[in-house]
C-alpha cells in the first residue's frame, strides 16, 4: 500500500527549510560575503569548500549513532528536534553577519548551521526509507521529497525581489537577511510537523553500537561505491553551476543582480513540475537509466544557457525551463536506490550468517557525505580560479573579455563532461525491479 499523503507530506516539511538553506549557501553567500561583507575572493572560497570537508566526517559517525539510536521518542525523531536547535542557530550568525566579520567568525557560523543540516537531512532521509518497502512506491516517496525541496528553494528564491520591490535600493543585505527570518521561521514549524505526525514504526533488531568495521562493510560494497560515485559526480555538476550562477547571469548574459532571482525561479519551477516526469521514467525504464538521462541531460543544456539569445526573453525562458527539468531527477532517485541496496545488505548478512548492526543511517550520512563534496569543491577551486583569471566579484565590477570568456568556459565544459562520466557509472547498476523484488520476497521468507 502507499504511503498517506498527510503522512507522506508531514514527512517532507523539514524539506522546506533544509532546501531554503541549499540555494543561498551556493548561490547568494558566497558572493555576498566576498562582495558585500568585504571577505576576500579565495578567503571564501577556502571558508565555504573548508567547512563542507570538515563536516564531512561527522556524517558518517552521525549516521551510525543515529542507527543505534533507542529512544521513547523514537530512532530518528529526538535528532530532527536536536537538529533544529543548531541549525537555527547557524542561521542566525550567517545570515545576519555585518560587513567587517572575521573568517574565524564565518567558519563557526557554517559549521554550527551544516551540523543542524546533518542532523536533520540525516535523520529525514533514513527515516524515509522505512516509510515503505515497495521498490516503485520508494520512488514515489523520495520524488515528493525532491518536489518539497525545489519547491523550498523556489519560495526563498521569492524572497530577493519581492525585498526590492518593498524597499528599493536597500541593497544585497535586505535580501540576505529576509532569507534568514524566513528559514528561522520555518525551522521550528517544519520540526513539529514530522516529529508529530510521522509515525517510526519499530527499530530494526540488532546490535546497538558504532564501530568503524561498519563504515569499512559500507564502503567495501561495489554497489555502494558506484552509488558514491554517481552521486559525487552529480552534486559537482550543479554545485558548479550553482557557485557560477550569480556571476555568470549578471556578467556573461547581462541579465541585472535584480532579476536574477526571477530568471532561477523559473528554472526551479521546471524542476519541480517535471518530478513526476522522473518518476514516471524511474517505474517504466528502472531508477538507474532515468538517472543517466536525467545526467547527460544536465550537462547538454549548459550549452544553449550559456549561448543562447539572452536579449530574448521568450527563447531564453524557454532554455532554462529545458535546463531546469533533470534539476530534480537525480537526488530523489540515487536516495530511492540507496533503500533498495539497504535491503540486498540485509539479504546478504542473512546468507552470510552475519545479522550485525542496521546501516540504514550510515548509508545515508555516506551518500550525503559525497553530495557535500560535490557541493564543496566547486566553490573552493572556482573562486580562485576566478581570482587567477582577473575576475571581479563586485556587482559593479567591469571584467575584460578575457575574464569574461574564462568564466564561461568553467560554466559550460565541465558539466558536460561530468554528465556523461555520471551517466556511465549508473547505467550497470544491478538492482532492477525485478532484481529488487526476489530481494524482498527472499527477505520475507527469511
Request: proline content about 7%; charged content about 10%.
Amino acid at each position: 500500500m502507499g504511503v498517506r499523503l498527510r503522512t507522506l507530506l508531514a514527512w517532507c516539511a523539514p524539506c522546506l527549510p533544509v532546501a531554503a538553506l541549499s540555494l543561498p549557501l551556493v548561490v547568494y553567500l558566497p558572493p555576498y560575503y566576498a562582495g558585500t561583507l568585504g571577505l576576500p575572493l579565495a578567503t571564501v572560497g577556502f571558508l565555504f569548500a573548508l567547512v563542507r570537508i570538515v563536516d564531512i566526517p561527522l556524517d558518517p559517525l552521525l549516521g551510525a549513532l543515529m542507527d543505534n539510536s533507542r529512544t521513547r521518542i523514537g530512532q530518528f525523531r529526538p535528532w530532527i528536534l536536536g537538529g533544529a536547535v543548531f541549525l537555527a542557530l547557524g542561521v542566525w550568525m550567517l545570515f545576519m553577519a555585518k560587513p567587517g566579520v572575521s573568517a574565524g567568525m564565518t567558519f563557526l557560523s557554517l559549521f554550527t548551521l551544516y551540523f543542524g543540516f546533518s542532523c536533520i537531512s540525516l535523520a529525514q532521509t533514513a527515516w524515509g526509507s522505512r516509510l515503505s518497502t515497495d521498490y516503485a512506491e520508494r520512488a514515489r516517496i523520495f520524488g515528493y521529497w525532491t518536489a518539497l525541496n525545489v519547491f523550498g528553494s523556489i519560495l526563498v528564491l521569492v524572497i530577493p525581489p519581492l525585498v526590492n520591490q518593498l524597499m528599493p535600493g536597500s541593497g544585497p543585505a535586505a535580501g540576505i537577511h529576509a532569507m534568514g527570518w524566513y528559514i528561522l521561521a520555518a525551522i521550528p514549524l517544519a520540526a513539529l510537523a514530522v516529529g508529530l505526525f510521522v509515525p517510526e514504526g519499530e527499530a530494526p533488531v540488532g546490535e546497538h553500537r558504532v564501530r568503524m568495521a561498519d563504515v569499512r562493510g559500507v564502503l567495501s560494497d561495489p554497489r555502494m561505491r558506484q552509488l558514491l560515485l554517481a552521486d559525487l559526480l552529480l552534486s559537482l555538476a550543479p554545485g558548479l553551476t550553482g557557485a557560477l550562477f550569480v556571476f555568470f547571469i549578471t556578467q556573461v548574459r547581462g541579465i541585472p543582480l535584480e532579476t536574477a532571482s526571477g530568471i532561477m525561479l523559473l528554472y526551479f519551477v521546471a524542476g519541480l513540475i517535471s518530478a513526476p516526469l522522473w518518476i514516471h521514467a524511474a517505474r517504466r525504464f528502472g531508477k538507474h537509466r532515468a538517472t543517466a538521462v536525467a545526467a547527460i541531460w544536465y550537462g547538454l543544456v549548459q550549452i544553449p544557457v550559456a549561448y543562447g539569445p539572452a536579449d530574448n526573453v521568450l527563447v531564453f525562458s524557454l532554455i532554462l525551463i529545458v535546463a531546469g527539468m533533470p534539476l530534480s531527477a537525480s537526488g530523489f532517485l540515487l536516495r530511492a536506490m540507496l533503500a533498495d541496496l539497504t535491503d540486498a545488505q540485509t539479504l546478504d548478512r542473512q546468507q552470510e550468517g552475519r545479522e550485525g548492526a542496521d546501516t540504514t543511517g550510515l548509508n545515508y550520512a555516506i551518500l550525503t557525505a559525497t553530495a557535500k563534496l560535490g557541493f564543496a569543491v566547486p566553490v573552493g577551486l572556482t573562486y580562485p580560479l576566478l581570482g587567477l583569471i582577473g575576475f571581479d566579484p563586485r556587482p559593479d565590477a567591469a571584467n575584460t573579455p578575457e575574464a569574461i570568456a574564462g568564466l564561461t568556459l568553467i560554466f559550460v565544459v565541465p558539466p558536460i563532461l561530468i554528465g556523461f562520466a555520471a551517466a556511465y557509472v549508473i547505467w550497470r547498476w544491478p538492482i532492477t525491479a525485478d532484481a529488487h523484488a526476489a530481494i524482498r520476497a527472499r527477505l520475507a521468507a527469511a
